[in-house]
């Protein structure tokens, strides 16, 4: 389907998440990012802003081929709620939110990849798909909804550590999964492996 054809269909729920699927695996795997990113009307990435802070990595969008990897082998589905720890432009949550019907939220430092992923959201009526801006060493203990947490290299070290022990937290009250791309996850007594495969490890919680 035609890009912005297909950016109609998902703003005006013509298409939900099979026939998106369809569309979007039907293109070669090789297209399938720029492919996606004309649906979502993103051009190119802005600079990283002062306000990144220093041991965190500089704003690359996870593959879409990684991220139906995550889908499918965190099963995540319209009941869930997926929050990506260090969101940029929402390229992740949107898609998804259009994938599985599932809640979405990003939470970013950066004020003007907040912005550009609030634009996509409006842009795509999409109700669930939202930002927190700030620093997610500070705010990740807050979304007491979320069910998936995505993390793609955002950061390492105090920080990292720092999230997982508010993920623990969230963790105590219910059962959570945690996908990790690129980033080695440090030892944590509450998660159990699900699936590791090459640059992907998916945990859940253990209560």
């Known amino acids: 389907m035609d890009p ?3 950016r109609r269909a998902l703003s005006t729920r013509r298409a939900g998440p099979l026939e998106f699927r369809a569309a979007l695996t039907s293109v070669p795997a090789s297209e399938r990012d720029g ?4 649906v979502f009307g993103l051009e190119g990435l802005p600079p990283d802003g002062p306000e990144l802070p220093r041991g965190c990595v500089p704003y690359l969008p996870s593959s879409v081929d990684t991220l139906l990897r995550v889908i ?11 929050v990506d ?3 940029g432009l929402g390229r992740a949550t949107a898609l998804t939110h259009f994938l599985t019907g599932a809640g979405a939220i990003g939470i ?3 004020p ?4 550009g992923a609030r634009e996509l959201a409006s842009r795509l009526n999409a109700e669930r ?14 979304i007491t909804n979320g069910t998936v947490f995505f993390l793609y290299c955002p950061f390492s070290g ?8 508010d993920l623990e937290l969230i963790a105590r009250t219910r059962e959570i999964r945690v996908c990790s791309v690129d980033l080695r996850l440090p030892s944590c007594s509450w998660l159990t492996p699900v699936s590791l495969s090459g640059d992907l490890a998916i945990y859940r919680s253990l209560r």
């Open 158 to 165: 105090e920080r990292l550590d720092r999230v997982m022990a």
């Open 72 to 82: 499918d082998g965190a099963k995540v589905g319209a009941e869930d709620v997926f």
């Open 112 to 115: 003007e990849l907040v912005r």
């Open 129 to 142: 798909v939202s930002v927190v801006e700030g620093d997610a060493a500070e705010l990740a203990s807050y």
């Open 108 to 110: 970013e430092i950066q």
């Open 4 to 6: 912005e054809e297909m």
């Open 35 to 38: 492919w996606l990113d004309q």
């Open 85 to 87: 720890i260090g969101s």
